[in-house]
T-cell receptor, first 115, second 109 residues
């Protein structure tokens, strides 16, 4: 059982380039989300989805797009990369969403550098 | 406004002693708080949770205490072990799963 798989693990972009961070889970989880981790800032929620076809903004959504066409996949798109988007990105999923003690399962992260 | 604050960025504890990690929240109504542990180059993993109807939840060496009047919760690790060295995040799952800034725990021999 692979759990939550993120690709790539490392990526270097130039300012203005676009790219997609991939996230897939094989646990049939309805809820998926993206976080970024920055020094001193903890984990900040970018976007989340409570099921296929449904997405919503988190704490820091600007500069990122998401879509959820299938239960398994939740890609994160950077439209025009900026140095401020240099960060470690984590995808996570769970079987239920808010107001519960249902734990999130995290991927191993994507380290992104924007030059 | 849903906010979670961990005011201590780091903590150093000797092996065998107690580690106490603290977390403050702003939400007046919440359902669950969760604690996650993160090692370098890995994703966070779930550690323990507590619901709003409890004051305490225990799982082995890990205990979380909730003080609703002070909007404060704490994670106790007894006894601390070198393998506990990691970054610990508390998270509020009332509306969205919002994390604090984390506390880096170092357990030394």
């Amino acid at each position: 059982n692979a759990g939550v798989t993120q690709t790539p693990k490392f990526q270097v972009l130039k300012t203005g380039q676009s790219m997609t961070l991939q996230c897939a889970q094989d646990m049939n989880h309805e809820y998926m989300s993206w976080y970024r981790q920055d020094p001193g800032m903890g984990l900040r929620l970018i976007h989340y989805s409570v099921g296929a076809g449904i997405t919503d903004q988190g704490e820091v959504p600007n500069g990122y797009n998401v879509s959820r066409s299938t239960t398994e996949d939740f890609p994160l798109r950077l439209l025009s990369a900026a140095p401020s988007q240099t960060s470690v990105y984590f995808c996570a999923s769970s079987s239920r969403t808010v107001g519960t003690n249902e734990k999130l399962f995290f991927g191993s992260g994507t380290q992104l550098s924007v030059l | 406004d849903q906010q979670v604050k961990q005011n201590s960025p780091s903590l150093s504890v000797q092996e065998g002693r107690i580690s106490i990690l603290n977390c403050d929240y702003t939400n007046s109504m919440f359902d669950y708080f969760l604690w996650y542990k993160k090692y370098p180059a890995e994703g966070p993993t779930f550690l323990i949770s507590i619901s709003s109807i409890k004051d305490k939840n225990e799982d082995g060496r890990f205990t979380v205490f909730l003080n609703k009047s002070a909007k404060h919760l704490s994670l106790h690790i007894v006894p601390s072990q070198p393998g506990d060295s990691a970054v610990y995040f508390c998270a509020d799952n009332t509306d969205k799963l919002i994390f604090g800034t984390g506390t880096r725990l170092q357990v030394f021999p």
